[in-house]
């Protein structure tokens, strides 16, 4: 990993839920200007691994560090406050609200003071198109309703309001598991974007398509436990899927099936075709 300051770092973290061990001995780390893409199947520990980095649990062995600094996260509104902003998959938008309301939904621009004090719909509805712009899209309204846009275009609302709000790490749960070809395309495009302004990026994912083009690192996990960090240069994208499928279980069940279809064959050659032993069918 790089020499600099990581802006985010686990050592030897587990989580258990009593005698469950959701997380065993993760360590990690992320500088600013990289994403690292988190990988595994489901079952393998992503979502705890990521509600333990953004406040929901509190680790129960090992440290986390933010920007080289021991932190623990008595809720996700501290993770919030302290840069880590976390776009869940259900990406806690209210459809039938305005574009602009779901951008600041909570943090909503006021004028005046005292009972004179109103929001300042005028500068949210601008501040909202701006940076919708800077991501490509166009919002001719933004005061039309978050769910006329497609799946990837309220991603991308959820990640340009984490990034508005001074996110100093920006964790993507599974944004591009819902979404077409050309939707992924467009979250893929500005997750790379982030990158480049300089947001430490953990992007979590089953599919490694989407993953490897965008990605300077992969952490493995399975079953709780990591396979390893690796940088892009250090591994290909097959061995990548190998990994993730488990391939000495794929091999395993290969040897089993091959056996299996060996000891079929061998049981069709000692009968006939009355599906009676061939001994008996001769003496007949």
């Known amino acids: ?19 469950v061990i959701a997380l065993s001995d993760i360590s990690m780390k992320v500088c600013s200007g990289e994403v690292m893409c988190l990988l595994g ?15 929901v649990h509190s680790p129960s062995h090992g440290e986390m560090y933010l920007d080289g600094k021991p932190v623990n996260f008595k809720s996700p ?26 951008f600041f939904m909570g943090r909503e621009p006021t004028v005046g003071w ?21 991501i490509g899209i166009d919002v001719r309204d933004p005061s039309q309703p978050v769910g006329t846009l497609s799946g990837g ?19 993507l749960d599974e944004p591009t598991s819902a979404l077409g070809v050309k939707q992924a395309s467009v979250v893929l495009r500005y997750i790379a974007k982030a990158r480049a302004d300089g947001l430490a990026v ?15 690192a992969f952490t493995l996990l ?26 000495a279980e794929l091999e395993s069940l290969d040897a089993e099936l091959s056996e299996f279809q060996r000891s079929d064959q061998q049981q069709k050659q000692a009968t006939g075709d009355g599906g009676q032993p061939l001994s008996r069918a001769s003496n007949a």
């Open 222 to 247: 399975s079953r709780g436990g990591s396979l390893g960090t690796f940088r892009k240069a250090e591994i290909t994208r097959e061995e990548v899927l190998n990994m993730m499928a488990g391939g």
């Open 41 to 55: 199947d489901n079952g393998a520990g992503k979502s705890t691994l990521i509600k333990t980095l953004s406040g």
């Open 77 to 102: 509104a501290y993770a919030l406050d302290a840069g880590i902003a976390t776009v869940f998959q259900d990406l806690a938008m209210i459809p039938l609200m305005s574009i602009t309301r779901n």
């Open 114 to 134: 005292g009972p004179l004090k109103r929001i300042d719909w005028k500068y949210a509805d601008r501040i909202a198109k701006q940076e919708m712009a800077k």
């Open 1 to 19: 990993m790089s020499e600099r300051t990581p802006m985010i770092e686990m050592c030897n973290v587990s989580k258990h839920f009593g005698s």
């Open 153 to 171: 275009e309220r991603q991308c609302v959820a990640i340009a309001r984490a990034v508005y709000f001074g996110a100093k790490v920006l964790i």
């Open 202 to 216: 953990i992007f979590i994912t089953h599919n490694v398509h989407h993953a490897f083009p965008v990605a300077d």
